[in-house]
C-alpha cells in the first residue's frame, strides 16, 4: 500500500485542491480521487503527466508515488492505547 500524502500536498499547495488539478492532467475529479485512494493504479504516462503539471523530477518520483504506507500493527496499537 503506498503513501500518497506527500502527492496530495504537493497538488495542494501548487493547484489549491485535486478538484481544480485533475483536469490539467486529462483526468476526472472522481478518477484523481479513486488512485489516490488506491482503488485504481496510476499508469506510467498519468505519472509523468503529474509529473510535469507538479515539477516534480524523476529522482522525485519514488517519494510521491511509490513510498510504502506504514501501518502500527495491532500489538503497538494496543499498547499506545494502553498508555
Do not use: V, W
Request: glycine share 2%; charged share 35%; net charge positive.
Amino acid at each position: 500500500m503506498f503513501d500518497y500524502d506527500k502527492l496530495r500536498g504537493k497538488i495542494r499547495e501548487k493547484e489549491g485542491s485535486e478538484t481544480k488539478f485533475a483536469p490539467k492532467i486529462d483526468m476526472s475529479a472522481a478518477s484523481l480521487s479513486s488512485k489516490l485512494n488506491q482503488k485504481t493504479d496510476f499508469t506510467s504516462i498519468e505519472i509523468q503527466k503529474i509529473c510535469k503539471k507538479l515539477e516534480i523530477s524523476k529522482t522525485e518520483i519514488p517519494k510521491y508515488f511509490f513510498e510504502e504506507k506504514l501501518e502500527l500493527n495491532s500489538s503497538i496499537k494496543e499498547n499506545a492505547a494502553e498508555h
